[in-house]
């Protein structure tokens, strides 16, 4: 258990449904992170929570949308899936100093395993 | 726009074996660079973190140098166990348009036969 929680851990949706991915942190920690791992890809940024503030990713299509309500959770809303979103969704968190100063350490949760049909 | 390439993809290693890891990064800009594990349908666990001024750090077998100069990094893992097999990624943390973000590698799987 490394402090940061993802739930479901393995979820299964058709491309019409709405679901949600849920992440926990009880690390102290003030940004948080969704990466998405697909197939014989590198893992890739899609959204950052930093300080409270969201940083948009302008290559992530609409249809995944983030919610942070605060420091210690953090969503990823599905809606209207296409079968090639399916891949594991990685959530993680960190102590940003906010001067981007490299100290950053993240701490990954086990993700989220998802199929889309 | 920073890449990271990872090589060998996969090894296959009889235990006991000493092995390299290599990762180079194209942009020598980054804060730092991480070494993570990832085991079958886990998440990840960080191995090892050297700071863009440092050369180099250990933990137990494991040895990670930097030459940021030359956008290179390996991982040495001395007298590998079974307990080794795992996916090896390496991350350089940089400051991209969405704040500092962490910039991953395809990753190389690694197999420790007993």
């Known amino acids: 258990e490394t402090g940061v929680t993802q739930t479901p851990r393995h979820l299964v949706m058709g491309m019409t449904n709405k679901k949600s991915l849920k992440c926990e942190q009880h690390?102290?920690?003030?940004?948080m992170y969704w990466y998405k791992q697909s197939a014989k890809k590198p893992l890739e940024l899609m959204f950052v929570y930093s300080l409270e503030e969201r940083v948009e990713n302008n290559s992530v299509p609409s249809r995944f949308s983030p919610e942070c309500p605060n420091s210690s959770h953090l969503f990823l809303h599905l809606h209207t899936l296409q079968p090639e979103d399916s891949a594991l969704y990685l959530c993680a968190s960190s102590s940003s100093s906010g001067d981007n100063s490299g100290a950053n350490v993240l701490t990954f949760g086990a993700g989220s395993r998802l199929t889309v049909l | 726009k920073q890449e990271v390439t990872q090589i060998p993809a996969a090894l296959s290693v009889p235990e006991g074996e000493n092995l390299v890891l290599n990762c180079s990064f194209t942009d020598s800009a980054i804060y730092n660079l991480q070494w993570f594990r990832q085991d079958p349908g886990k998440g990840l666990t960080s191995l090892l973190l050297i700071q863009s001024s440092q050369r180099e750090q250990t933990s137990g077998r494991l040895n990670a140098s930097l030459d940021k100069s030359s956008g290179r990094s390996t991982l040495y893992i001395a007298a590998s166990q079974p307990g080794d097999s795992a996916t090896y990624l390496c991350?350089?943390?940089?400051?991209?348009?969405?704040?500092?973000?962490?910039?991953f590698g395809k990753g190389t799987t690694l197999s420790v036969s007993s």
């Open positions: 690390l102290g920690h003030n940004a």
């Open positions: 991350a350089v943390l940089e400051l991209g348009q969405a704040g500092t973000a962490l910039i």
